[in-house]
């Protein structure tokens, strides 16, 4: 894995572009990625997908995108996307 793949490095660099999440939304992302046992480019994915949409962190979106996509069939990011786009995201 990249560091550039990484959630941690993900969220730096929201954090260097001026895009703040608070400590207790970095902590529900992380809750997030552990519940939906994901791989961490689902949960990156996820996350961009809910701040595009919503324009701020929605916690209950995040987790609805997170735990659509996290499903064992959806292995690549244009299947997920994909998958999104059907469920009207």
Do not use: C
Not at 39 to 54: D, F, H, R
């Amino acid at each position: 894995m990249k560091q550039t793949d990484t959630l941690a490095y993900y969220l730096e660099d929201l954090w260097t572009k001026g895009f703040k999440l608070s400590d207790k939304d970095v902590h529900f992302i992380y809750f997030g990625k552990y519940s939906a046992n994901a791989e961490e480019w689902k949960v990156i994915l996820a996350l961009k997908v809910t701040l595009k949409l919503q324009q701020a962190f929605d916690p209950s979106f995040f987790i609805s995108v997170l735990e659509h996509i996290s499903s064992e069939e959806i292995t690549t990011r244009k299947q997920a996307y994909l998958s999104l786009e059907k469920q009207g995201i």
